[in-house]
């Protein structure tokens, strides 16, 4: 038996069909990374509030461990799913963008220096990742230190909480000149890898500290 779909989903189905030439595999990905989202937190209650402040939707009610408000929720996924759905790149795609072949961009994956998600058809490489030094240098990784940040990445954590942290100016990070920098800045003009993990870890385990035991690890070497 086959179920008619329903008027919202062609609704909304039409709307994308206005927007783009492929609606069904716009609708696919959306479907993922809301799957993603609403997969159960490990994170404690005040760790998801923060992190909820940190992307411009304050919701009282995650003190409790309730859901979002109509409201909210819709605030967080127009931030966080558009702009990540758009923006991160399949192996394939990423592979072409730093000329290098795919198998050597799976072994960079598998080895932890580059950090992916998987958001229903495979994995998604986000292109904080990336970085051009100027308009004639090739696209490159962030570099070495990147795989200390992959370490410090959780499981659990957001892929859109992860690029906002990793793109957002932080007075903790300042270059040469005395300027805020982001983190993933302060990665690629090839300075240590620690307070960055720090700030990562901060906001999405709740405690900076689990960044030293990554440090002395085999996985970083390198």
């Not at 062609?10 to 479907?31: F, I, N, Q, V």
């Not at 937190?41 to 109509?70: I, K, V």
């Not at 793109?167 to 003009?189: M, V, Y």
Request: charged share 25%; proline share 7%.
């Amino acid at each position: 038996m086959t179920t008619e779909p329903t008027p919202e989903y062609e609704r909304l189905r039409a709307a994308l069909a206005r927007l783009s030439d492929a609606p069904d595999e716009t609708l696919h990905d959306l479907a993922a990374m809301l799957e993603l989202m609403a997969e159960p937190s490990r994170l404690a209650p005040m760790t998801r509030y923060l992190a909820l402040e940190w992307l411009g939707a304050c919701d009282s009610s995650a003190l409790d461990n309730r859901q979002l408000r109509h409201r909210d929720l819709l605030a967080v996924i127009c931030r966080m799913t558009a702009i990540d759905v758009v923006t991160d790149l399949n192996v394939d795609d990423c592979a072409r963008l730093l000329n290098v072949g795919r198998p050597q961009l799976v072994q960079l994956i598998n080895d932890g220096r580059v950090w992916t998600y998987n958001a229903g058809r495979g994995p998604r490489v986000p292109t904080w990742q990336l970085v051009r030094d100027s308009s004639e240098d090739p696209i490159r990784l962030l570099g070495g230190p990147l795989s200390a940040v992959v370490a410090a990445i959780p499981d659990s954590a957001s892929p859109s909480l992860v690029r906002r942290l990793m793109t957002t100016e932080s007075s903790a990070l300042k270059d040469a000149a005395g300027r805020e920098t982001t983190p993933a800045e302060w990665i690629a003009q090839g300075n240590s890898p620690w307070p960055v993990m720090a700030i990562l870890l901060r906001f999405l385990t709740g405690n900076s500290d689990y960044a030293t035991p990554l440090l002395f690890t085999r996985r970083l070497a390198g």
